[in-house]
């Protein structure tokens, strides 16, 4: 009987206690330089944050101008910088097979910031792209036809907001399974179009993501014959 007693009294401690873990949820501030959490089921920020510097980064670097302005001065001469080109940024296109949620915005801020970290790049703020897209009920692929693409920009220069560039992204992706594991291929790419002659630009950036249903699997992906090869 006494024992009976103790097991009943063990197993209700041990669930008050299985639910009240279940009730708490615990944080911590991520310095730099901390390991930071890699998202389990879909992409995170360990996804997004390195395909972004790398597209952003190497589209731009194809068009930034060499500095060829020579000013006279007292002394001699000072060459100058060539002035900033300004890109409007239309959007983020998720075209994955995931929900991104929240990091659409984070990409889109991410980007943006990219553009006015270049230093020969600024783009046009979003604010005044949205509002001119909704005032002539057009949207983002649209820009790509002739007579609305110049109806937009004719409207944001009116807006004292003139563009030289547009630039689109799109997130695609691509699943391989294997049994209950599966790989995920990430792809973001940048289209920067010159509105001034047509011209078009792309840059791409992957990352290879594998997902695991376990430690043990997680282990064997990287030892031959069932991962890397």
């Given at each position: ?21 279940r009730?708490n ?19 995170g ?5 390195p ?7 190497k ?7 060499v500095?060829?302005?020579?000013q006279p ?7 100058l ?13 998720n ?10 915005e ?18 046009i ?6 509002a001119?897209?909704?005032?002539l009920?057009i949207?983002p692929d ?13 409207l944001m ?7 030289e ?13 294997q ?27 992957e990352?290879?993501?594998g997902y ?14 069932f991962?890397?090869?």
């Amino acid at each position: 009987m006494l024992a009976s007693r103790l097991f009943a009294v063990s197993l209700c401690s041990l669930l008050a206690l299985a639910a009240g873990c279940r009730s708490n949820q615990y944080a911590r501030v991520i310095k730099p330089g901390d390991r930071e959490m890699i998202g389990s089921h879909q992409a995170g920020q360990e996804t997004f944050r390195p395909l972004t510097e790398e597209a952003v980064a190497k589209l731009l670097a194809r068009h930034c101008a060499v500095p060829s302005q020579i000013q006279p001065v007292s002394a001699g001469l000072e060459q100058l910088p060539p002035p900033k080109a300004t890109i409007c940024f239309v959007g983020v296109e998720n075209k994955t097979s995931e929900e991104i949620g929240d990091f659409k915005e984070l990409l889109f801020e991410s980007i943006e910031a990219k553009i006015s970290e270049s230093g020969q790049f600024t783009p046009i703020s979003r604010r005044y792209v949205e509002a001119g897209l909704q005032q002539l009920r057009i949207r983002p692929d649209q820009l790509f036809i002739p007579g609305a693409q110049q109806q937009f920009a004719g409207l944001m220069q009116s807006q004292g907001q003139p563009f030289e560039y547009l630039m689109f992204a799109k997130l695609t992706s691509g699943t391989t399974r294997q049994n209950k594991d599966y790989q995920r291929d990430y792809l973001l790419t940048l289209e920067l179009v010159d509105i001034r002659n047509g011209a078009q630009d792309k840059q791409s950036a992957e990352i290879s993501k594998g997902y695991h249903h376990s430690w043990t699997s997680r282990a064997i992906s990287n030892t031959w014959p069932f991962g890397k090869q």
